[in-house]
Nanobody
Framework: QVQLVESGGGLVQTGGSLRLSCAAS????????MGWFRRAPGKEREFVAA????????YYADSVKDRFTISRDNAKNTVHLQMNNLNPEDTAVYYC??????????????????WGQGTQVTVSS
């Protein structure tokens, strides 16, 4: 049984920072690319960032590039999302995602096989 448990969400002011973490269990963590998606109020779930199995490749949505950094620690079965210079448009529920091993299009929701329960991030103006 795969479990993805997010932590680190909260309330922050515009320009602030947060670091999200996702702890994975249930299968060999390093076999799977990992990612983050988010769903803002009234909007569809959207891709935020992804990282390859050993961290050699990272991918970002244009809206977060140069502000967010995804990383992983395979020894601790965790993936992180460092979010800097936050603005109110980043307010959303953030979901940790585990992809199938052969994923080639990380932006697609259909590429994700397991989801975390989500953590709320609220950025005040």
């Amino acid at each position: 049984q795969v479990q993805l448990v997010e932590s680190g969400g909260g309330l922050v002011q515009t320009g602030g920072s947060l670091r999200l973490s996702c702890a994975a269990s249930g299968r060999t963590f390093s076999n799977y690319p990992m990612g983050w998606f988010r769903r803002a109020p009234g909007k569809e779930r959207e891709f935020v960032a992804a990282i390859s199995r050993y961290g050699g490749s990272t991918y970002y949505a244009d809206s977060v590039k140069d502000r967010f950094t995804i990383s992983r620690d395979n020894a601790k079965n965790t993936v992180h999302l460092q979010m800097n210079n936050l603005n109110p448009e980043d307010t959303a529920v953030y979901y940790c995602a585990q992809y199938s091993p052969g994923t080639t299009v990380v932006q697609r929701i259909a590429s994700v096989t397991y989801w975390g329960q989500g953590t709320q991030v609220t950025v005040s103006s």
